[in-house]
């Protein structure tokens, strides 16, 4: 199973919005609305910030959102934040049952 | 509240075997699934294997990088899960990382414990 593909990296200013996009096939991505989205602090324990797709768990700012289309998955950060600086990992299961991450993209506050 | 700590890592040389555990120190640890990932030194993260709970008896799933080399076990009495890591591999060199898959997604993390192979 390959890893999804993530762009390596994306930045912004402050205030402004950034996509990230996660592309798979249809025996992952496309295949199930199982996608979640991870915030990961070099150092740190990596942080659930999207399931299902475009749910929000209890805690996380509404500036994150999530969707889908066909074979690939978005993040979007909207009024991106100082503390926004991290890598952002997508993720889905399989169907195989199996699950596989994406390659990770560094998010930069310029 | 669920609390997961990862222990077990080490230096280890290849082809040789460790254990990782993974213990819960909050709710009831039996009604979910746990999984394992890692993150290899400057490289993403990478799904390795979970165990289903018991109600779904206790299967497994692993990836093909891992297959027939390591097994994830639980052991709900003493709130516990296992990697059981054999055969291995310089490659296997990351911080391992236990998680509860709740659903679909992995919502509570261990603080990661550190595999280092080489000779």
């Known amino acids: 199973q390959s890893a999804l593909t993530q762009p390596r990296s994306v930045s912004g200013s402050p205030g402004q919005s950034v996509t990230i996009s996660c592309t798979g096939t249809s025996s992952d991505v496309g295949g199930y609305n199982y996608v979640s989205w991870y915030q990961h602090h070099p150092g740190k324990t990596p942080k659930l910030m999207i399931y299902?797709?475009?749910e929000r768990p209890s805690g996380v700012p509404d500036r994150f959102s999530g969707s889908k289309s066909g074979n690939t998955a978005s993040l979007t950060i909207s009024g991106l934040q100082a503390e926004d600086e991290a890598d952002y990992y997508c993720c889905s299961c399989t169907d195989i049952s199996t699950y596989v991450f994406g390659t990770g993209t560094e998010v930069t506050v310029l | 509240e669920v609390q997961l700590v990862d222990s077990g890592g080490g230096l280890v040389q290849p082809g040789r075997s460790l254990r990782l555990s993974c213990k819960n120190s909050?709710?009831?640890?039996?009604?979910?699934?746990l999984t394992w990932v890692r993150q290899a030194p400057g490289k993403g993260l990478e799904w390795v294997a979970f165990?289903?709970?018991?109600?779904?008896?206790?299967?497994?799933e692993y990836a093909a990088s891992v297959k027939g080399r390591f097994t994830i076990s639980r052991d709900d009495s003493k709130g516990i899960a296992y990697l059981q890591m054999n055969s291995l591999k310089t490659e296997d060199t990351a911080v391992y990382y236990c998680?509860?898959?709740?659903?679909?997604?992995?919502?509570?993390w261990g603080q990661g414990t550190l595999v280092t192979v080489s000779s």
């Open positions: 299902d797709v475009s």
């Open positions: 165990i289903r709970s018991k109600t779904y008896g206790e299967t497994t």
């Open positions: 998680s509860r898959l709740y659903y679909y997604y992995f919502d509570y």
């Open positions: 909050g709710s009831t640890f039996g009604n979910y699934a």
